[in-house]
């Protein structure tokens, strides 16, 4: 593969709600990719987030969905049409990505998500869209301008993925969260839902397993790995805790 020694990629944060609330991440490498989409409705801010960087949107390579929820696949119909660009996401979330639907119930991982999950807005109704790139396994991003590839990373949802650049920067979508959903930057957090949350965790250590530099995620800052992998070693120990006592529910189907 020809593949150059210039192969590093910037990961910049696009804020859809709040200063880093919600995110989407534009890659920059020799070709620009979208790594998810925002909620409904956040299209036309994305599309000009991503101008404002000096990326001519039409240029995009590739919008890459992390999971079938709606503040990660909200308006990647909208940008589509906006840019041209394909959109990838995982076989075992396309139910969610051509409904526009998200799996419900969602599974509270704690007082966070049973508080959020009486949000109205937690239950609407995207545009759908049908992933021209549907993702079965890993797949290399060299084809489309980026030294990076993406990895299942199943347990937020089944059809969930992180995009790992060559040069180490995990985008990990809601494989982790900050605290709060980003109120208490770089702490270590779940986000508010697991399907699976042993799954997961399972998936987390695996790809801390590859030592990444930096994790960027879906809901708060940039996570650093060190720590993260000292909150996977308590959330064990809790899941546990959790198991024994017969209090993990996770999707089965
Ligand atoms: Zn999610
Ligand atoms: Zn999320």
Known sequence: MSRTTASRTKVVPIPVLGRHHINAY????????????????????????????GVDPADLALIVLTHGHLDHFGSAA??????????????????????GR???????????????????????????????????????????GLAARIVP?????????????????????DLIANSFMG????RPADPPFHDDPRRNLTSLRAMLDLSPTTLHVGHGTALDPARARKWADREHRRLTRREAGGRLPARTE
């Not at 490498?29 to 987030?49: E, M, Q, W």
């Not at 041209?84 to 995982?90: K, Y």
């Open 183 to 186: 109120l208490l930057p770089g």
């Open 102 to 144: 998200v799996r419900e119930p969602y599974l509270p991982t704690g007082p966070m998500g049973r508080l959020l999950a009486r949000n109205r807005k937690l239950h609407v109704t995207a545009e759908p869209c049908d992933p021209e790139v549907v993702v079965r396994g890993e797949l290399d991003l060299d084809g489309f």
């Open 26 to 53: 534009l890659l920059l490498g020799r070709r620009p990719v979208l790594v998810d989409a925002g909620t409904p409705g956040s299209g036309r801010k994305i599309h000009d987030a991503i101008a404002a960087h």
């Open 78 to 99: 909208e940008l589509h049409r906006l840019t041209g660009a394909p959109v990838a996401g995982h076989a075992a979330d396309l139910g969610q990505y051509r409904s």
């Open 153 to 173: 990373t199943p347990g937020h949802t089944a059809g969930s993925v992180s995009l790992l650049t060559d040069d180490g920067a995990l985008v990990a979508g």
